[in-house]
């Protein structure tokens, strides 16, 4: 079932003619750039952003992977996509960034020649609160995978048989992510976020969260990752003291997306999710 959608990829594309992708590097928008560049060779490029609230690693791998295929890959540089939505922190704060990243984005496609832009939104991604598809709706921005009907793992099991090194990546989001609505986010909080988020996947912890309030770390892990973190909790605090974090707690929780969405009160989620 799931190569009929890749064949109707496969067909969004070859209309479009000509695309530029938003690429982060992650599992979604490297499967998208790798069928794009399938059908259009040298009629797509990717768009990276280079900014301190994604993980200097992911940046690093995203260049690899275009580099390694000979996909030609521009950059736009940014700490913030909108500092003063992110300082203030708000509850859609993520609409306020992709709205000005994707027109930073599209205006530099546009100036290169590609017209159409296109992300990595797939069927799957509509099941959250997720402020920032208004933005990409607003703008007119293209989901091929989700107008494919591809969801998640389906674009891994896609993703492995074109053997991408992307198709078993863990799941990522913007460092800001890790940082409770309302609470001021800082270039120094996004680097502590990094440094203890990058310690834990160096000590073998693949789906790792340190979720920030105030100098307070919460660590968020697999469930099975859970006793191991445990028994290795003296490093672990070390570590993360000498970053700059005061007080280590790990979520028996585990790991889930966008827990801190827990936090906002029903009534102020708008409509449009």
């Known amino acids: 079932m799931f190569h009929q959608k890749y064949v109707r990829l496969q067909e969004i594309l070859r209309e479009a003619e000509a695309v530029s992708v938003a690429f982060s590097g992650g599992t979604d928008s490297a499967f998208l750039l790798a069928a794009a560049h399938a059908v259009l060779g040298e009629r797509v490029i990717a768009v990276t952003a280079k900014s301190c609230i994604f993980p200097a690693s992911e940046q690093q791998e995203a260049a690899e992977f275009c580099r390694s295929r000979g996909i030609r890959q521009l950059f736009i540089d940014t700490e913030f996509p909108d500092p003063e939505a992110f300082r203030r922190n708000p509850p859609d704060r993520c609409y306020h960034c992709k709205l000005a990243l994707f027109r930073a984005i599209r205006a530099l496609a546009a100036k290169n020649g590609f017209p159409v832009v296109a992300d990595g939104t797939n069927c799957d991604d509509t099941g959250d609160y997720r402020p920032g598809m208004r ?139």
Request: glycine content about 6%.
């Open 135 to 273: 933005a990409i709706a607003e703008l007119g921005i293209r989901s091929p995978l989700r107008e494919a009907g591809l969801h998640k793992p389906e674009i891994r099991a896609l993703s492995r048989e074109m053997h991408l090194p992307t198709w078993d990546r863990p799941s990522a989001a913007c460092l800001a992510s890790r940082i409770p609505y309302g609470e001021p986010v800082t270039a120094e909080k996004v680097r502590m976020v990094d440094a203890a988020e990058t310690f834990l996947r160096e000590r073998g912890f693949r789906q790792v969260r340190v979720r920030m309030q105030s100098k307070a770390a919460r660590i968020e892990l697999l469930p099975d990752d859970i006793p191991s973190a445990v028994m290795h909790r003296e490093e672990i605090a070390k570590k993360l003291r000498e970053i700059g974090f005061s007080y280590i707690s790990l979520d028996m929780e585990g790991y889930r997306t966008g827990s801190l969405n827990e936090t906002i009160p029903i009534n102020d989620i708008p409509e449009f999710t």
